[in-house]
């Protein structure tokens, strides 16, 4: 989206002489807005820990064997630890996950300048398994996910998938955005008048963009139930769920049935070219840009899982957090704070917890030695929370301004789908409550239940009391309140 360049605006990178080395993010700053950790995120055996840091904790270090991101307390609030590593060691060795966490947002941020900080986390992973094994169809197709790239595949695909994601483009979905989020409310009726608790995650924020980009693809309407049943099973594959039973085996089934439906609608594409993103990309292949059909089908796959799943996350957690703030929200998203309100809720509680990347080569980070090869999560939920960038942090300010997020990453892996998933918040909130503005929790935010996944932070359920309908029912709703947010 070369028309929107979003660059956070933030303090330089540590002067200390640990700190790392970066280079300047390229002029335009988009891509994909969804997974940062495949199969086998959990530790690849082959990864030692550094030297002296496996014992116990030094003064002024947090001990590595306490640091468990899968911590039932820490799902449910993984603030609290990363506060204290922030203060206390804030380039931490964890035992437990075998990567090294950064919590400080200057720190994150210079990860993400960074290009020994490779995004190539599939084929790092595959090494340690068995060469004399059958290749994994599935890590074949992870492999070739653009999230997973460096240069030059990764410039390569993004430029050839981008278009489709530059606000002109988003604009012209708008309605159709419109039109699926009232039909979903419609839907929604029965159990305002029932004044039964209803879960939004699944009967609202996560229908809403498998809807959208099953039909930027061009999937049928009649196949999309099956879609989203694939992207659920698939999420907890990809977002490192590693304490969820059975996730390696769902998940491999899920991707292997996704990849075969995009080998089909790829083909339907070739016999009837679409006005589409698929046959945008269908075009490019068949027109020798050198994307292979392998490539196509992964980057079909990464798009109908990543649409889904970040802007699902991203309508949950906001309306979440900000109901247990109790935010006048009919007012902030009918009007024209509701652009910001959507970045405070990227920033506050977005969907991604850590971003993972491999040192390409041994780098020195405030005095700490990260090996090259050893894993670094890029805490991006820890950077928002940083109190040396945000004034009380901790606090969700819907009016809150500047406000240079890392919500969305950074650089030259800055998510792709930003725009579209800043649209469809907007106009899916703005949608709810203008329908529903009584609309309440149904039980206490702290009680509510998260998903136990590495990469992401994302609640399993919404349940809401709807309340009664408001009297604004119109079902024009009208352009979208705010513009593109642009940082510079």
Not at 71 to 82: K, S
Not at 92 to 102: D, F, Q, T
Not at 230 to 242: K, P
Request: with cysteine.
């Amino acid at each position: 989206m070369p028309d929107v360049v979003l660059f956070p605006s933030g303090r330089p990178s540590p002067a200390a002489p640990a700190a790392p080395a970066v280079v300047e993010a390229p002029a335009v700053v988009e891509a994909p807005a969804v997974v940062e950790a495949p199969a086998g995120v959990e530790a690849p055996a082959g990864v030692e820990a550094p030297a002296g840091v496996e014992a116990a904790a030094r003064p002024g270090r947090s001990n590595p064997a306490a640091v468990d991101l899968f911590a039932p307390e820490v799902v449910a609030d993984p603030h609290p630890l990363l506060a204290r590593l922030r203060r206390e060691d804030p380039v931490h060795w964890s035992e437990r996950h075998r990567a090294w966490l950064i919590t400080r947002y200057d720190d994150v941020l210079a990860g993400f300048k960074d290009p020994r900080m490779s995004a190539e986390r599939v084929t790092p992973a595959r090494a340690h398994l068995d060469d004399d094994g059958p290749v994994d169809p599935v890590a074949e197709v992870l492999a070739k996910w653009m999230v997973f790239k460096d240069p030059p595949d990764h410039p390569r695909l993004r430029r050839l998938v981008s278009t489709a994601f530059r606000p002109r483009a988003i604009a012209r979905l708008e309605p159709v955005i419109e039109a699926t989020v009232e039909g979903l409310l419609d839907d929604l009726g029965a159990h305002a008048r029932s004044g039964q608790a209803v879960d939004l995650t699944s009967s609202f924020a996560g229908p809403l963009p498998a809807i959208v980009i099953a039909h930027m693809l061009g999937v049928p309407e009649g196949d999309q139930e099956q879609f989203r049943h694939w992207s659920d099973e698939l999420t907890d594959l990809v977002f490192g769920a590693t304490e969820v039973v059975d996730r390696r085996e769902r998940g491999q089934k899920a991707l292997r049935a996704l990849a075969d439906y995009c080998r089909d609608l790829i083909e339907a594409a070739r016999r009837q070219p679409a006005d589409n993103v698929l046959g945008s990309l269908v075009q490019a292949h068949d027109e020798g840009d050198r994307l292979s059909t392998e490539e196509l089908i992964s980057t079909c796959t990464l798009l109908l899982f990543g649409g889904h799943e970040t802007t699902r996350t991203l309508i949950a957690n906001g309306l979440a957090a900000a109901l247990a703030a109790s935010w006048d929200l009919a007012e902030v998203m009918t009007g024209p704070a509701a652009a910001g309100a959507v970045e405070e809720m990227l920033r506050f509680e977005g969907p991604a917890k850590v971003e993972v990347r491999h040192a390409a080569a041994p780098l020195e980070w405030r005095g700490r030695r990260i090996e090259a090869g050893q894993r670094v999560f890029l805490a991006v939920i820890a950077a928002n929370r940083d109190p040396e960038q945000f004034e009380s942090p901790d606090v969700l300010d819907l009016r809150r301004d500047p406000n240079p997020h890392l919500g969305f990453g950074f650089g030259a892996h800055f998510c792709l789908g930003a725009t579209l998933a800043r649209v469809e918040t907007r106009i899916a909130l703005r949608g709810l409550l203008r329908r529903y503005p009584e609309i309440s929790l149904a039980q206490p935010y702290d009680s509510l239940p998260w998903r136990p996944a590495l990469i992401s932070r994302s609640l399993l359920e919404l349940p809401v009391i709807l309340g009664s309908a408001g009297p604004d029912r119109d079902r024009a709703l009208g352009p979208v309140a705010g513009g593109a947010t642009r940082w510079t």
